[in-house]
């Protein structure tokens, strides 16, 4: 019995950095006060969070 799941490649590594990079940015944006409801602070955080990933 086929099921319809794909298995896909994943990088340990990716997931750390990018756990790594949530709690950097989440600790920076609040010692900062800084607003994470504005577009443009939303975008660079969406952004930050991919810093450092092997492309793939």
Known sequence: ????????????????????????LDRFFEMSDIDLSCPKIDSAYNELLNFGRIAA
């Open 1 to 24: 019995m086929k099921t319809s799941l794909t298995k896909r490649p994943f990088s340990m590594a990716n997931i750390k950095t990018k756990y790594f990079n949530r709690l950097f």
